[in-house]
């Protein structure tokens, strides 16, 4: 029986996030493994094993319970941000050749990206919003950037998660803060024009079938924006299956498709987009969509009529094969 540890935790805003997304899998893991937690801080690991909370060893893969070394034999990483979703442990655990479930290290670091993730995807000529990476907070003055983008215009922390330190910025005296506050959230800034549309999300993931794209979710929210309230408050309308037309349908989830190909992604991914006049725009690509009872990709699982538990039966047995 495999031992799967489940990373969570992490060390970004999303850490409550990560636990619940986590703790989720973990109720619904499928028949067959021996499943438990690893939690994951700057200061220790911690196995989460049996009811019990144990040292974890990173550098050994192992822990201890009852006078017993128990050992991983593979991992999933849950870790909404650093290090997870960046990428940062995908390349750890290949260095201690550890089989890894999600998304190798190249794909999770350059999709974790906004913006380096956007321009890759616009040379295969996929639409995206016009924007301005900062990599400073006075990179640009800031009539250049309202010349440039207009208003509105979203600022986002390009090297970190979706749901901390994003704004829609509607006058010119909104943008300093703006950029204050993404910059609390991570190194780099990226500065998008604002697309008015209809936003979706499509789920991603591969089975021994092929690559499947599951039911759109469309994304209706009295807020300016799909943010942290929104996702996880209740304060947004999430209808799966989007009310969109099925040609649109297709179209997002073809190019969902091509994306995942394009990105070399595993397991589960989940793509945003803003579909602008029919013309599907991305937004960002998650390869750690949140998993907690409120999120997105479990209510495409639902829509069509699958369990959680089973869609991870058929992830883990074409990715561990």
């Given at each position: 029986m495999k031992r799967i540890a489940i990373f969570c935790g992490g060390y970004s805003s999303e850490f409550d996030i990560s636990i619940k997304s986590a703790s989720t899998i973990l109720t619904n893991f499928p028949e067959g493994y021996d499943p438990f937690l690893v939690e994951v801080t700057r200061e220790q690991w911690t196995a989460i094993?049996?009811?019990?909370?144990?040292?974890?060893?990173?550098?050994?893969?192992?822990?201890?319970?009852?006078?017993?070394?128990?050992?991983?034999?593979?991992?999933?990483?849950?870790?909404?941000?650093?290090?997870g979703e960046n990428g940062k442990l995908q390349a750890f655990f290949e260095m201690?050749?550890?089989?890894?479930?999600?998304?190798?290290a190249l794909a999770s670091e350059l999709s974790f990206d906004k913006w380096y993730c956007n321009q890759f995807l616009r040379g295969f000529d996929?639409?995206?919003?016009?924007?301005?990476?900062?990599?400073?907070?006075?990179?640009?003055?800031?009539?250049?950037?309202?010349e440039t983008l207009g208003l509105p215009c979203f600022v986002k922390p390009s090297d970190s998660g979706s749901s901390y330190g994003i704004s829609k910025v509607k006058t010119a005296e909104e943008l300093q803060p703006a950029l204050e506050k993404a910059f609390a959230?991570?190194?780099?800034?990226?500065?998008?024009?604002?697309l008015n549309g209809t936003e979706v999300t499509c789920g991603v993931?591969?089975?021994?079938?092929?690559?499947?794209?599951?039911?759109?979710?469309?994304?209706?929210?009295?807020?300016?924006?799909?943010?942290?309230?929104?996702?996880?408050?209740?304060?947004?309308?999430?209808?799966?299956p989007a009310r969109?037309?099925?040609?649109?349908?297709?179209?997002?989830?073809?190019?969902?498709?091509?994306?995942?190909?394009?990105?070399?992604?595993?397991?589960?991914?989940?793509?945003?987009?803003?579909?602008?006049?029919?013309?599907?725009?991305?937004?960002?690509?998650?390869?750690?969509?949140?998993?907690?009872p409120a999120s997105l990709v479990p209510q495409m699982?639902?829509?069509?009529?699958?369990?959680?538990?089973?869609?991870?039966k058929e992830i883990l047995e074409f990715e561990l094969k």
């Open positions: 094993y049996q009811g019990e909370r144990l040292e974890f060893n990173p550098w050994e893969m192992c822990f201890s319970h009852n006078g017993n070394a128990i050992q991983v034999d593979a991992a999933l990483i849950y870790i909404h941000g650093n290090p201690k050749n550890i089989p890894c479930i999600n998304s190798g996929i639409p995206v919003a016009k924007s301005l990476l900062l990599t400073s907070i006075d990179a640009y003055e800031n009539e250049f950037i309202l959230e991570g190194e780099t800034v990226v500065i998008e024009s604002f993931y591969r089975t021994k079938a092929g690559i499947h794209a599951l039911p759109l979710t469309e994304i209706a929210t009295d807020n300016d924006f799909f943010d942290y309230e929104a996702k996880y408050l209740g304060a947004s309308q999430e209808i799966t969109v037309s099925a040609a649109i349908t297709n179209h997002v989830q073809e190019i969902s498709k091509k994306i995942y190909q394009l990105l070399r992604l595993k397991s589960i991914a989940r793509i945003d987009f803003m579909v602008v006049n029919d013309v599907p725009h991305v937004i960002e690509v998650n390869t750690t969509p949140g998993f907690s699982i639902a829509c069509e009529g699958n369990t959680i538990r089973q869609f991870w």
